[in-house]
């Protein structure tokens, strides 16, 4: 099963890929609703030029900070990192890539390519939503917080020697709002101008109806590309050509489909800036692309790859006893997972008259003997989600705070008790496979529900059997899911699961044809936005969308609306804490299981910084060749 998601902090740029993923810590999901104008004249400073911006205005890092503290400024540069095409992209029907260009529609590109391009400020991975100069020396903030002014480095330039201009940051943002994947465009949709003034300074202004954030990620996501490169080119082309950037790395060798190579850029303009100061130390970046995780493992094994992040508990606990295991040149060390909200577990599909009613819900849920799984399918490794924000500030805990219930309490009578009274917890079953006392109270649930027992199933006063099906599209799940259907059969529910191939099901998830799916979002570490695409009504009826369970609930989407205009971080931790309790309560899923690390093995020839950062893991970028241990396992080359 899948451990935590990862992307680098460090990507300059989001694919369009990573946009949907949500997964950077650096950047965040894609934008939706409206909300007060983007930083408050006090928080920003005025008019007074600025080396960062963040959130609510708090920076840990001052104008004169020489590089980010969980760096290494002394790191080596040389060597090479390989790693294969992270699991999430197979999530995206990408076992391949036919494109280098990930910002449009046409087809699918490989991770990394947003290494080569360079952006306004980047952000810092020990901080949740601060942002620092890049390309932009210092921005300037309007009073009124729609208007920012960034002044750009001469010294800014393109691999090909050409100057990176303010006309090019127009010409990158304009047709990135005209052309660029939904994704990347629909947050641009409140950026109104985008203005040069002058060879080095560029003013965005914004309509005064985005969210906080949306600044932000125009300043530290978006990439910035040669106007005088396309003026030949076709922007929105599929195409193998490797693009022009500039930044810390190229494209190098590709193989089409099958591997691409990123090369260091020796004489990279941005190398000495505080902001890159530990970053980009290997020469060359490689990702290979398997069709079969098997064979991706044998080549980890025989050294083909020299990183792994193991999706497989079982494989964690069974697998790595090959020779360079045991004799020590694979090494297992272990990474604390993000500080950031982390959502997964099995979603009802509320479009469904079937499952109407919570206490349905509630009561399929209750079949999950979650200890059991855990000690026997997982080798203990998991630990069971019970948020919606897991691992954060944002999940709620024991009885509603005194702010909290303030928040709640004008919905009082448009929401279940639940959500007044300790937060709703997944029930703890006995850990024997079938816990009979859980599975006798879903049976008094389920007949609460209206469902009846008739010979070997349920049925409602209709006469229509209460009958699911789990869609998955990895044969990892039937494992885990054999025993819950066998305790959903015992107590009367027809319950099985369909496997089926990626595009099918892309295709029903597309259709809304579906009973039960799961989901897993790492959310960003400031979510004011994509959590209304997750749980949104509007969302609820868009194809292809986030919104699994077709949830449309009043004062759900009255939260969503209110963590879009909060004034600081107090503010988005109690609104967070009381979605959580109220999406909870009214158990639209139930809940599955999440590493509390990052299970990594590597071929030991790397050194990393002795902190990890709580908002990012981005070993690629951050990491770099040990001379002498790579020496010692023969990896030197």
Same mark, same amino acid.
């Given at each position: 099963?899948?451990?935590a998601?990862?992307?680098?902090?460090?990507?300059?740029?989001?694919?369009?890929r990573?946009?949907?993923?949500?997964?950077?810590?650096g950047?965040?999901?894609?934008?939706?609703g409206?909300?007060?104008?983007a930083?408050?004249?006090?928080?920003?400073?005025?008019?007074?030029p600025?080396?960062?911006?963040?959130?609510?205005?708090d920076?840990?890092?001052?104008?004169?900070?020489?590089?980010?503290a969980?760096?290494?400024?002394?790191?080596?540069?040389?060597g090479?990192?390989?790693?294969?095409?992270?699991?999430?992209y197979?999530n995206?029907?990408?076992?391949t890539?036919?494109?280098?260009?990930g910002?449009?529609?046409?087809?699918?590109?490989?991770?990394?390519?947003?290494l080569?391009f360079?952006?306004l400020?980047?952000?810092?991975?020990?901080e949740?939503?601060?942002?620092?100069?890049?390309?932009?020396?210092?921005?300037?903030?309007?009073e009124?917080?729609?208007?920012?002014?960034?002044q750009?480095?001469?010294?800014?330039?393109?691999?090909?020697?050409?100057?990176?201009t303010?006309?090019d940051?127009?010409?990158?943002f304009?047709?990135l709002?005209?052309?660029?994947?939904?994704?990347?465009?629909?947050?641009?949709?409140?950026?109104?101008?985008v203005?040069?003034?002058?060879?080095h300074?560029?003013?965005?202004?914004?309509?005064?109806?985005?969210?906080?954030?949306?600044p932000l990620?125009?300043?530290?996501?978006?990439?910035?590309?040669?106007k005088?490169?396309?003026?030949g080119?076709?922007f929105?082309a599929?195409?193998?050509?490797?693009?022009l950037?500039?930044?810390?790395?190229?494209v190098?060798?590709?193989n089409?489909? #099958?591997s691409?190579?990123?090369e260091?850029?020796? +004489?990279?303009? @941005?190398?000495? $800036? =505080?902001? &890159?100061?530990g970053? /980009?130390?290997?020469?060359?970046?490689?990702?290979?692309?398997y069709?079969?995780?098997?064979?991706q493992?044998?080549?980890?094994?025989?050294?083909?790859?020299t990183?792994r992040?193991?999706?497989?508990?079982?494989m964690?606990?069974?697998?790595?006893d090959?020779?360079a295991?045991?004799?020590?040149r694979?090494?297992?060390?272990?990474?604390?997972?993000e500080?950031?909200?982390?959502?997964?577990?099995?979603f009802f599909?509320l479009?469904?008259?079937?499952?109407?009613?919570?206490r349905?819900?509630?009561?399929?849920?209750?079949?999950?003997?979650?200890p059991?799984?855990?000690k026997?399918?997982?080798?203990?490794?998991?630990? #069971?989600?019970?948020?919606?924000?897991?691992?954060? +500030?944002?999940a @709620?805990?024991? $009885? =509603?705070? &005194?702010?909290?219930? /303030?928040?709640?309490?004008?919905?009082?009578?448009?929401?279940?008790?639940?959500?007044?009274?300790?937060a709703v917890?997944?029930?703890?079953?006995?850990?024997s496979?079938?816990?009979?006392?859980?599975?006798r109270?879903?049976?008094?649930?389920?007949a609460?529900?209206?469902?009846?027992?008739?010979g070997?199933?349920?049925v409602n006063?209709?006469?229509?059997?209460?009958?699911?099906?789990f869609?998955?599209?990895?044969?990892?799940?039937?494992r885990?899911l054999?025993p819950?259907?066998?305790?959903l059969?015992?107590?009367?529910?027809?319950?099985?699961?369909?496997?089926?191939?990626?595009?099918?099901?892309?295709?029903?998830?597309?259709?809304?044809?579906y009973?039960i799916m799961?989901?897993?979002i790492?959310?960003?570490?400031?979510?004011?936005?994509?959590i209304?695409?997750?749980?949104?009504?509007?969302?609820?009826?868009?194809?292809?969308g986030?919104?699994?369970?077709g949830?449309?609930?009043p004062?759900?989407?009255?939260?969503?609306a209110r963590a879009?205009?909060?004034?600081?971080?107090?503010?988005?931790?109690?609104?967070?804490?009381?979605?959580?309790?109220?999406?909870?309560?009214?158990?639209?899923?139930?809940?599955?299981?999440l590493s509390?690390?990052?299970?990594v093995?590597?071929?030991?020839k790397f050194?990393?910084?002795?902190?990890?950062p709580?908002?990012?893991?981005?070993?690629?970028?951050?990491?770099?060749?040990?001379?002498?241990?790579?020496?010692a396992?023969?990896?030197?080359?």
């Amino acid at each position: 099963m899948s451990g935590a998601a990862t992307r680098s902090p460090h990507c300059l740029v989001l694919t369009r890929r990573a946009l949907m993923k949500g997964a950077a810590a650096g950047a965040m999901l894609p934008l939706v609703g409206t909300g007060p104008s983007a930083m408050a004249a006090e928080e920003t400073g005025g008019d007074e030029p600025r080396h960062g911006l963040s959130v609510f205005g708090d920076l840990k890092y001052g104008p004169d900070f020489k590089h980010f503290a969980y760096l290494n400024p002394a790191a080596p540069k040389g060597g090479s990192f390989v790693f294969s095409a992270p699991s999430w992209y197979y999530n995206q029907n990408a076992y391949t890539f036919n494109t280098l260009n990930g910002f449009t529609f046409r087809g699918d590109a490989p991770p990394r390519i947003e290494l080569t391009f360079s952006t306004l400020m980047t952000g810092a991975a020990d901080e949740p939503d601060s942002v620092y100069g890049l390309v932009a020396e210092t921005v300037t903030v309007s009073e009124d917080g729609n208007r920012y002014r960034f002044q750009l480095r001469p010294s800014a330039l393109f691999h090909d020697g050409s100057q990176l201009t303010a006309e090019d940051v127009v010409f990158s943002f304009e047709t990135l709002k005209e052309k660029g994947h939904p994704d990347i465009s629909q947050p641009l949709r409140d950026m109104t101008s985008v203005v040069a003034d002058g060879p080095h300074a560029v003013t965005v202004t914004y309509s005064g109806k985005q969210n906080r954030k949306v600044p932000l990620l125009v300043a530290a996501s978006l990439p910035i590309f040669s106007k005088a490169y396309y003026a030949g080119r076709d922007f929105e082309a599929s195409t193998l050509e490797p693009p022009l950037g500039s930044g810390p790395y190229k494209v190098g060798h590709v193989n089409a489909g #099958r591997s691409i190579e990123y090369e260091r850029v020796e +004489d990279y303009w @941005a190398k000495d $800036l =505080p902001v &890159a100061v530990g970053t /980009a130390n290997f020469d060359r970046i490689r990702v290979e692309f398997y069709q079969d995780d098997d064979v991706q493992f044998q080549a980890f094994a025989k050294g083909e790859l020299t990183f792994r992040e193991e999706v497989s508990s079982k494989m964690w606990a069974t697998a790595y006893d090959f020779p360079a295991a045991r004799d020590g040149r694979v090494i297992k060390p272990s990474f604390a997972a993000e500080r950031r909200p982390d959502m997964y577990g099995w979603f009802f599909n509320l479009r469904r008259a079937k499952f109407a009613d919570p206490r349905t819900r509630q009561a399929i849920g209750m079949a999950l003997d979650y200890p059991w799984t855990n000690k026997n399918l997982f080798f203990g490794l998991y630990v #069971r989600a019970t948020s919606f924000f897991q691992f954060s +500030d944002f999940a @709620a805990s024991g $009885l =509603p705070a &005194a702010d909290e219930l /303030a928040l709640l309490e004008p919905y009082r009578d448009q929401l279940p008790a639940e959500a007044f009274g300790e937060a709703v917890m997944p029930p703890e079953a006995d850990g024997s496979g079938r816990d009979r006392k859980l599975l006798r109270q879903a049976t008094t649930l389920l007949a609460e529900a209206g469902w009846q027992r008739q010979g070997n199933d349920l049925v409602n006063a209709g006469g229509e059997r209460l009958t699911i099906e789990f869609l998955i599209q990895s044969q990892a799940f039937e494992r885990v899911l054999s025993p819950l259907i066998a305790n959903l059969k015992a107590i009367g529910i027809n319950a099985s699961m369909r496997l089926v191939d990626a595009a099918q099901y892309q295709s029903r998830k597309n259709d809304f044809d579906y009973d039960i799916m799961a989901s897993r979002i790492m959310f960003d570490a400031t979510p004011l936005d994509g959590i209304e695409q997750i749980f949104g009504s509007a969302a609820a009826d868009i194809p292809s969308g986030s919104n699994l369970a077709g949830l449309k609930n009043p004062v759900v989407d009255a939260l969503i609306a209110r963590a879009a205009n909060v004034q600081s971080r107090a503010e988005l931790v109690t609104v967070m804490r009381s979605l959580d309790r109220v999406l909870r309560s009214l158990h639209i899923w139930f809940p599955a299981w999440l590493s509390e690390a990052h299970r990594v093995a590597v071929w030991d020839k790397f050194g990393w910084p002795e902190t990890k950062p709580d908002y990012g893991f981005a070993p690629e970028m951050t990491w770099w060749q040990d001379a002498a241990r790579a020496a010692a396992i023969g990896k030197a080359g």
